[in-house]
């Protein structure tokens, strides 16, 4: 009912950035929040940033100060913006979307984009 399409990751050093693109089509009135979610080799994928139609967001305490979601919402549309990429960052990228007004809780997901960050 929701399509959504990743694109931006690849290799890149420590240090380095990253722009990860999120483009949703489908059933878009549905949709109340997106964010982006990882998932590195022997963890449970994690919430990394949200951001709700009404423009807040929120950043896991890894990435604050260093990673910043946005929107565009006539595009349907969210970005991730990574910057001072570490190591630890290495991980399959998920956008994900969600019809929860109060907690973001994913109803649909991309095929992922994987981000290798190299030391």
């Known amino acids: 009912q929701v399509q959504l399409v990743e694109s931006g990751g690849g290799l890149v050093q420590a240090g380095g950035s990253l722009r990860l693109s999120c483009a949703a089509s489908?059933?878009?009135?549905?949709?109340?929040?997106m964010g982006w979610y990882r998932q590195a080799p022997g963890k449970e994928r994690e919430l990394v940033a949200a951001?709700?139609?009404?423009?807040?967001?929120h950043y896991d305490d890894s990435v604050k100060g260093r990673f910043t979601i946005s929107s565009n919402n006539a595009r349907n549309a969210i970005y991730l913006q990574m910057n001072s990429l570490k190591p630890e960052d290495t991980a399959m990228y998920y956008c994900?979307?969600?019809?929860?007004?109060?907690?973001?809780?994913?109803?649909?997901w991309g095929q992922g984009t994987q981000v290798t960050v190299s030391s």
């Open positions: 489908g059933n878009i009135f549905s949709v109340n929040a």
């Open positions: 951001i709700h139609k009404g423009g807040s967001t």
């Open positions: 994900a979307a969600g019809g929860a007004i109060v907690v973001f809780t994913p109803d649909y």
